[in-house]
């Protein structure tokens, strides 16, 4: 009974002497996946031979083994390999050939990956990167083109129309104070104030000292009459009488038409 117990340990310290005496691997602690990283195998012994080269075809455990080549220094080899999945990589003991066996080696491949990397599609989750898109300001402001240029185009339909509704307020007042219904001086000179006003939303801020000879040089002939009367009935006069609207803005159109044309 104690014979065989002798025996297992026997066999067990030797087990454990040629893992110790085998060629170690030089790794970093984790391989990035899909890139193209490089492992070592070196005796660090310098009484013992370098380990043959071991008998690869193209894969190192689940890695993709791209090259392998001997150290600079006859050492070891080095292996550039690349990892397609990610989780743990374990790679088996390599039989070397004379008798040795390289250690098994365990090196983690992480799942999450810069987002937009070539091997993006293993990876996902929180630590993912998203990528950096800008908005598109050029495409953008082709959109701004149709809506600018409606608001370009009613811009100016409402400037060259302002004339016009400024006029038409203008003979809305001046209806409503038009013939006067007296003869008192704060409703005569009510009334040709807002005439005034009338003739300058038409004829621009100069008909506003227009006299009688002015609207007879621009055939004004009802205007005529109006700056008469008024004058008239500020001296008590019911001569000239004042003019009905209608000749008063109908002259307004006239010339306006005239001035068109």
Same mark, same amino acid.
């Given at each position: ?36 990283? &490089? ?18 075809? #193209? ?16 050492? +070891?080899?080095?292996?550039? &390999? @690349? ?7 374990? !790679?088996?003991?390599?039989?070397? +050939?004379?008798?040795? =066996?390289? *250690?098994?080696?365990?090196? $983690? &491949?992480?799942?999450? !990956?810069?987002?937009? +990397?070539? $091997? ?7 630590? #993912? ?26 811009? /100016? =339909? ?6 016009? =509704? ?5 003979? *809305?007042?001046?209806? /409503?104070? $038009? ?13 040709? +104030?807002?005439? =005034? ?10 008909? /506003? ?6 609207? @007879? ?5 009802? $205007?005529? *009459? ?11 006069? &019911? ?23």
């Amino acid at each position: 009974m104690f014979g065989g117990a002798r025996r297992l340990a026997v066999g067990w310290c030797l087990a454990e002497a040629s893992a110790f005496a085998a060629p170690a691997w030089k790794t970093p602690t984790q391989l990035k996946l899909g890139e193209l990283q &490089v492992l070592e195998l070196r005796e660090e012994d310098p009484s013992k031979p370098p380990p043959p080269r071991p008998t690869l075809e #193209d894969r190192l455990g689940p890695l993709r083994l791209r090259f392998t080549e001997p150290l600079q220094d006859g050492r +070891g080899w080095r292996f550039q &390999v @690349q990892a397609l999945e990610p989780g743990l990589a374990v !790679i088996p003991a390599l039989d070397l +050939g004379n008798g040795q =066996r390289s *250690q098994e080696l365990r090196l $983690w &491949v992480p799942r999450s !990956i810069p987002f937009g +990397g070539p $091997w993006v599609g293993f990876g996902g989750g929180n630590d #993912d990167r998203l990528p950096a898109i800008p908005f598109p300001w050029a495409w953008a402001s082709l959109l701004l083109l149709p809506p600018l240029a409606l608001l370009v185009w009613s811009l /100016r =339909r409402w400037r060259q129309g302002s004339a016009r =509704r400024r006029l038409r307020r203008s003979i *809305q007042v001046f209806h /409503r104070h $038009w013939p006067p219904p007296d003869r008192e001086r704060e409703t005569l000179d009510a009334a040709h +104030g807002l005439g =005034r006003d009338l003739l300058a939303s038409r004829f621009g801020e100069a008909a /506003r000292a227009w006299g009688p000879a002015d609207f @007879q040089a621009r055939q004004l002939g009802p $205007w005529e *009459q109006w700056v008469e009367s008024l004058d008239a009935a500020r001296f008590g006069r &019911v001569e000239p009488t004042f003019p009905p609207l209608e000749p008063l803005v109908a002259a307004l159109e006239t010339d306006d038409e005239r001035g068109r044309s």
